[in-house]
């Protein structure tokens, strides 16, 4: 008799186990057309283009992520998450099947919730105070992708949340004898740390971060390619200083931010290069039924050493069919002033797509997006 109750204790034991675990399988396909006029055309004028694309309004991506209940208001926890192209199956790349998030950590009711392992960089934080949420014409455009890069070996905590008020760190570490860095990795470190405060009227938020130079661990704003330096200026490896404010105001979204990027200055203006640019945007979302959007916003960034400013103007959507399907539509124009060729894309320096210097770009995307 003893050892029929054992047994039936274990087995009800190994139920409530299981019942306190969870793995769920998540993703999101992002897919529709583009048409973009103001491209190079190799002969020193600019052509148009139209083609299949995958990502415009947000990343193709799948993942599993899973929490294991331990007691006392403890949980264990892991997120795995790659991107893809929807258009051709493509993954990241070699070796990169996990490329957003690859973690494991442990969280707690008190104390919030800790994380080692590959994450976004905490710059993507600038996502709640875009109204266009980081698609591929929006804030990371006239930055050229410097605020939504990921990071490899991150060390992460996540607070709770205390009378409105919560706080993200984020520091990732070289893995180089040299703190910052030392031409042995593909890292530098980076680090950064993030305040928010929100109510039902308005939310703030406050950031600050840094990307170092693997070469040498400074901000120097110098890529390397093939094993030679390459001037990018502010892009790259730098320091960032955001404020990003959101209001509501029943139907609508007021967002906008400030962005102050800064290097060493150790380029100077010999490249004709920022080393150190101002990045502001401001828009508002109208909720106009519970399904549709309408989306307007103006991104506009200016930088030293003659590099120039540009100016995005953008209008757009969102129509849900269901809760997990949505079609959207973006339109948008990039304005360079004489010595700037910012595109609308978050392209790097000297990028085929990118304008002639003081030609504009612009461009309609149509798509459909669905998450599961």
């Known amino acids: 008799m003893k050892k029929v109750m054992l047994a039936a204790a274990l087995m009800s034991a190994g139920v409530i186990a299981h019942a306190q675990s969870s793995v769920t399988l998540y993703g999101r396909l992002d897919a529709g057309v583009e048409y973009m006029t103001g491209l190079q055309n190799g002969t020193g004028g600019s052509t148009s283009r139209i083609r299949a694309e995958s990502g415009d309004w947000g990343t193709s991506l799948w993942g599993l992520k899973g929490t294991e209940d331990l007691g006392g208001g403890n949980k264990a926890l892991f997120r795995l998450e790659g991107s893809f192209n929807t258009m051709t199956g493509a993954g990241p790349g070699p ?24 994450e976004l960089f905490i710059s993507n934080g600038v996502w709640d105070f875009d109204p266009f949420g980081q ?14 890069p990921q990071s490899s070996n991150n060390i992460s905590w ?46 703030v938020r406050g950031m600050y971060d840094e990307i ?17 330096p ?11 200083y955001t404020a990003g404010l ?41 909720q106009a039924t519970p399904a549709a959007a309408a989306i307007a916003a103006v991104y ?20 849900n069919l269901s809760k997990r399907t949505l079609l959207d539509i973006q339109i948008a124009t990039v304005r360079n002033s004489k010595s700037a060729d910012f595109s609308l894309e978050a392209n790097g320096v000297d990028n085929a797509d990118n304008p002639l210097p003081g030609h ?8 459909i997006q669905h998450s599961f």
């Open 95 to 118: 070796g990169e099947l996990w490329n957003r998030f690859a973690t494991v950590g442990l969280s707690n009711q008190t104390y919030g919730t800790f994380l080692l392992g590959r």
């Open 135 to 148: 698609s591929s014409w929006s804030s990371a455009s006239l930055v050229r992708g410097r605020n939504w």
């Open 158 to 203: 996540q607070s709770p949340t205390w009378n409105g008020f919560d706080i993200y760190g984020q520091y990732s570490l070289s893995n180089a004898s040299n703190w910052n860095g030392n031409n042995s990795t593909t890292q530098g470190r980076e680090d950064g740390l993030q305040l928010t405060y929100t109510n039902a009227l308005f939310q």
């Open 212 to 228: 170092r130079n693997p070469a040498d661990g400074s901000l120097n704003g110098q890529a390397i390619s093939s094993g030679n």
């Open 230 to 240: 390459v001037p990018s200026g502010a892009f790259n490896y730098s320091r960032e």
């Open 246 to 286: 959101n209001v509501f105001l029943g139907q609508f979204k007021l967002s906008g931010a400030y962005q102050a990027i800064r290097t060493s200055g150790e380029l100077g203006a010999a490249t004709g290069l920022a080393t150190s640019l101002n990045h502001e945007w401001g828009g508002v979302t109208w």
């Open 300 to 319: 506009h960034v200016n930088g030293n050493n003659g590099s120039g400013n540009a100016t995005i103007y953008s209008i757009g959507g969102t129509y």
């Open 360 to 367: 504009s770009q612009s461009g309609v995307y149509a798509g």
